[in-house]
């Protein structure tokens, strides 16, 4: 059997959220989740669409529906990019906050 590398058994446990702080943590992010994954589908599928509308229109067999797919698809990792970088953006402002209390309180 491995054996653990060492120190990983005196790391610090993360806090979880007590009583039913559970259940509406755990629903945000299955959401939040969800919605970027819903996101990106509906990028790519409506790309798809539309260069198989072209496609049809012009003549090009797969062209079209190709680079529909690659554009839904670097369009759906730009948004979700965005999504991310804001979001640490935000628990970074957070943080920051909640230092400045701690200094402010302190003195």
Do not use: H
């Not at 589908?41 to 067999?61: E, M, P, S």
């Not at 680079?67 to 979001?87: E, K, N, P, Q, T």
């Amino acid at each position: 059997m491995r054996q653990p590398y060492r120190g990983s058994a005196n790391r610090p446990k993360p806090e979880e959220p007590k009583g039913g702080a559970v259940r509406l943590y755990a629903k945000a992010a299955g959401s939040e989740f969800a919605s970027l994954g819903i996101g990106m589908g509906l990028a790519i599928a409506l790309l798809a669409v539309g260069g198989n509308w072209l496609d049809d229109r012009l003549g090009t067999a797969p062209l079209f529906v190709l680079l529909g797919v690659f554009a839904g698809f670097a369009g759906g990792c730009y948004s979700l990019f965005g999504r991310l970088a804001a979001g640490r953006a935000a628990s970074a402002a957070d943080g920051a906050d909640d230092e400045a209390d701690e200094t402010d309180s302190g003195a």
